[in-house]
């Protein structure tokens, strides 16, 4: 287990009230990516203490050969009108960063006043451009990790109230009373 339940509802709670502060006396415009920050997502707008107004946008992406290269396609669903609203995007896991960064210029297209960026998981070491989110709840290296949400094989584990690093490749992984195991 990286991290416990109580860990998790503390740093949310820490993470609440620094947004609440920062946008005090404001509508917080939330704009939750599906589907792996729902649980995060949850937890998150009941720590803060301002007007909340839910958006959902789900990211299709897809590897394709195009021209003998290898390329990534991203599409999100329709982005909500947000002109002169502030917006905090909430994400569960910021890897490269390429998705987030797409989605900020499609909804910087729709005239925020503001747009800011938490995460419940930072991966800073796969970032491939230049995005850092306005808040985080932890920073860690490359894990496969699994749980409060995250998804593990075959969409299993996003029910556990905790985080843990999936198993290595090569291994059965077994779920047995909410908990992850390895199986040689």
């Known amino acids: 287990?990286?991290?416990p339940a109580s860990r998790l509802a503390r740093r949310v709670e820490e993470l609440g009230r620094a947004i609440s502060r920062d946008f005090a006396g404001r509508t917080v415009d939330v704009v939750i990516v599906l589907e792996s920050s729902f649980v995060f997502a949850a937890d998150l707008m009941r720590r803060i203490s301002q007007p909340v107004v839910c958006h959902f946008v789900r990211a299709d992406i897809s590897d394709v050969?195009?021209?003998g290269f290898d390329r990534r396609?991203?599409?999100?669903s329709q982005a909500p009108r947000l002109e002169g609203r502030d917006v905090l995007v909430v994400d569960a896991v910021l890897n490269t960063g390429v998705t987030q960064e797409f989605l900020f210029r499609r909804l910087m297209e729709t005239g925020p006043r503001s747009l800011r960026l938490v995460v419940l998981v930072d991966k800073p070491h796969d970032r491939r451009v230049?995005?850092?989110p306005d808040y985080f709840g932890f920073a860690v290296a490359s894990n496969d990790l699994a749980g409060y949400g995250l998804a593990g094989s075959r969409g299993w584990?996003?029910?556990l109230p905790y985080i843990a690093v999936r198993p290595v490749q090569g291994r059965r992984r077994v779920a047995r009373a909410g908990k992850i195991r390895?199986?040689?």
């Open 182 to 184: 390895q199986v040689r």
């Open 65 to 67: 050969k195009h021209g």
């Open 130 to 132: 230049d995005l850092k």
């Open 157 to 159: 584990f996003r029910n």
């Open 1 to 3: 287990m990286l991290y």
């Open 73 to 76: 396609e991203v599409f999100f």
